[in-house]
Nanobody, 125 residues
């Protein structure tokens, strides 16, 4: 495990959560970081991503306007602020990092070289 995701939990619909992603061994300022999620019985899907200097950001349509990705390279941490949570957002959330094309934000899981262990987000109605 090269990345560590944290901040998940059990919340009610409409609530907010902030996830964090850090790495004890990687200097994330050289890496693009993506957030993915996987719900039971479904594939891993792209949620949001930010390139290595924060100048490029990309969101899935399903979270656009509700989620915000940001990074603090001085703290070697990338954040995913989630607002207006819905039961459909329930999933294990993973952060992943890509070095080769770190100036961009790519959306396929296979683009990413390093992964974290995931953090569970459960939204109740």
């Amino acid at each position: 495990v090269q990345l560590q995701a944290s901040g998940g939990g059990l919340v009610q619909a409409g609530d907010s959560l902030r996830l964090s992603c850090t790495s004890p061994g990687l200097d994330l300022s050289s890496w693009a970081v993506g957030w993915f999620r996987q719900a039971p019985g479904k594939g891993r899907e792209f949620v949001a991503g930010i390139n290595r200097d924060g100048g490029r950001i990309n969101y899935a349509d399903s979270v656009q306007g509700r989620f915000t990705v940001s990074r603090d390279n001085t703290k070697n941490t990338v954040f995913l602020q989630m607002s207006g949570l819905d039961v459909e957002d329930t999933a294990v959330y993973y952060c992943a990092a890509e070095y080769r094309y770190g100036a961009f934000v790519r959306t396929r899981p296979t683009n990413y070289e390093a992964w974290g262990q995931g953090t569970q987000v459960t939204v109740s109605s």
